[in-house]
């Protein structure tokens, strides 16, 4: 029994954890969001895999909620005192691998590959799929203007007021072997789409064209993980981004937008009242500080997806 | 006045470290070797270039020999557990230095810019000037097969056996702006081959065509120091280089090699019975084992060609 989750980078991140601890190893794969990649530096950073492989492999920073905990600042500390940019905080442990990313990708590996050899080095038993190994690049139309998503996410901390995303490249990627066979995989049981954030880290997926036949082909549910809570993102500008575009802020608003790719969805203890139409629904505690509340999620949605199921 | 010297890595920098502390600021420009340099991981490195901004910025490592003297090695660390190749040990704050070089070269900066710009960050008051901005690679033709430069120098350790030099790309090569000025400038009172492995390290400089010619043109007289002391080398392969290539490896065949491009030659003092055929010589201490060692050899130098110049 295979499940398949959706991801962005942090809370799509804890989820997938708590998934990895209830499932035997191997049943899990993550199709990750590519979107967010981008070059810098000369540098090719994929910050959704990467937080992924991090918070998979032990190696996250939970106080940052980015980058992994055993990080050191030299690297950023001399680049900085060369002139460079440092906007974007690259660690002395990360930063390697970016390089190695880098270096294998020019000599000709796809991201995939590149992907799976650092989780089978970071030890990591589920597979870590990017959605795409061709380049999609998340824009975010601003009322500033049309900004590239890092430029939006972390240099501008998400402060411009956002009238749309764009994908750029989504129409001429092809679903990455990995992803598409996961997809496909006949004895999958459930697709969990994580409470990432639904415009810059679910869509992004589900623009790669097939991906979203795919997951209505799929016998197994799909079901969504709302990212908000009492009406607010965790973290992160989902809410934000929600009223900039001009949606109700609450949980039935992110389960519509989802739409028909939807057979369950579940929202947050403090959002039961809310009122999900059109779909089944459950509601449960979702904002996994530790490792426990991860793992509580995970058999919540799993048990949710069996009684789907029959 | 102006002095120029044409140097390689670490025993060259040492000189120019003494150079510059006995001229006023500004008066010291280095032609520094940029045969060494190569892509590794994707990063333009220039060891020499690199060596000189260290050394002449205070940051060197004295015990290394290489690298900086603040450095850590949790980039090294992590590439080590993700599979990468360690051979060139790359500290995380000199990595800094690497991949601000690569972004600024991606983004269509020459060599000497990007060199003039950190060796302003590091507060040097000489020019450190590469040789040309277009690449020269030295290739190592061994009993085993001609290898990379690094490959030969760091991966091998300069175990195999040398049968001769090439300098890929040098015939193509032009002095770079700031080195062509260097060597033209009107109040040049006199050029030092520093004590740098004269086949790995000068011959690729004296390779670029038209530096020779420059050098000779030059009214300043051409001084070249030894890297020989008591007949064995300091540090690296010049003696061993020597003898595989049939050379008798004392300072008479250095000054030979060098032929009548000189107008000078300082022997180490351990050497002074050593006879120089051809060229005015002296002999003085070169070991450069602190900086009162360096000040002096410097201060002989020139003294030596202010007594050549009268």
Redesign the interface.
Known sequence: MKILALSGGIGGAKLALGLSHVLPAGALSVIANTGDDFTH???RISPDIDTLCYTLGGLDNPVLGWGRAD??W??????G????ETWFRL???D???H??R??QL?AGATLSAVTA??AA?FGIASAILPMSDDPVATRVATTEGTLDFQEYFVHRQCRPVVRGLEFAGAAQARIAPGAQAALAAPDLAAIVICPSNPFISIDPILAVPGLRAALRAAPAPVIAVSPLIGGKAVKGPTAKMMQEMGMTVDAAAVAAHYGDLLDGFVLDSADAATRIPGVASIAAPTLMTGLAEKIALARAVLDFAAGLRA
């Open positions: 530096l000369g540098l990080e050191s030299a690297f950023m500390e001399t680049l005192a060369l002139g460079g660690g002395d442990r930063l390697a691998l390089v190695w880098t270096a020019a050899s650092v080095r």
